[in-house]
């Protein structure tokens, strides 16, 4: 596969990972909150030796080659490695967006290595909240429309979304911008609406696949300090990045190389992108939040 139809692939796979056609099972839709903050200390993540090989003809693709790792709730956890180590294998696993070759995932106590696509879906839809590089918002929605979606497929009330979508929206510092649309938004501020819509079925986990990747440094600094507000929330969050930066707002950072992760290892100081972002706000005072 060329490097373009391998990108175009990673593209579809990450454009909807919500599927449509699959109810979101969740109990407490209602509930006010909107951060998942159970269980902190407990294990998410338990992958165990896990392999993934594709199969291109007669040819085997190892993408990844025994991998194990354990994230617990409350964790932000960043993962990094040069191109072709695995990574975005890696992710769609732990996104239920893929199913391991060999070995075993657990997600929140269950195992779902060996789940059907729907029921992968399930699963997916109900524990897992996504944010990508590219904001993936609808551009003719407003900002509340965008974060309303993921619950008009869970099947909730119209009253009862409008509340959840303005409670996130507020959450990421959007409040007063509800009705724009993402034309009339900053960059950081459309992913800032991505992030309040990967939130709205309360996910037990957010995974970011280069939430930065489109974005200028101020404007990175702006939206790290809002995964990290909401990881000190409780939310248990998995980072993808090439940059050794962004990586360092993180509290821990898991390196891959060829398959294989090769280092993991706690970040002792993590920036503090808040603080960062105070400064920059300073020194450019006439700029819009
Ligand atoms: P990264 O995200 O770190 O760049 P990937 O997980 O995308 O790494 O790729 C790991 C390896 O698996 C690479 O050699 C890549 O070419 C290969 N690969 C990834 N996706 C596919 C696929 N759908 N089919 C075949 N080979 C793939
Ligand atoms: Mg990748």
Known sequence: MTKNNQEMQENNISFSPTDPTVPVPTPDMGASRVVNADNQGQPVIVIHDVHKIYHLGQTRVPALRGVSLEVSAGEFVAVRGPSGSGKSSFMNII?????????????????????????????RNRLIGFVFQGFNLLSR?????????????????????????????????????????????????????????????????????????????????EVMAILQALNQQGLT???????????????????????RLIRDEPISNPRDAQAEWDILSTQNPDEDY
């Open 95 to 123: 996104g239920c967006l893929d199913r391991p070759s060999k070995g075993s995932y657990w997600l929140t106590g269950k195992e779902v290595s060996r789940l059907s696509n729907y029921e992968l879906a399930r699963v």
């Open 141 to 221: 929605a407003s900002a509340q429309s965008n974060v309303e979606l993921p619950m008009i497929y869970a099947g909730l009330t119209k009253e009862m979304r409008q509340r959840r979508a303005r409670q996130a929206l507020q959450l990421v510092g959007l409040g007063t911008r509800m009705d724009h649309k993402p034309a009339q938004l900053s960059g950081g501020q459309q992913q800032r609406v991505a992030i309040a819509r990967a939130l709205v079925n309360s996910p037990s986990l957010l995974l970011a696949d280069e939430p930065t990747g489109n974005l200028d440094s101020r404007t990175s600094v």
């Open 237 to 259: 969050i998995v980072l993808v990045t090439h940059e050794p930066d962004i990586a360092s707002y993180a509290s821990r950072q898991v390196i891959f190389r060829d398959g």
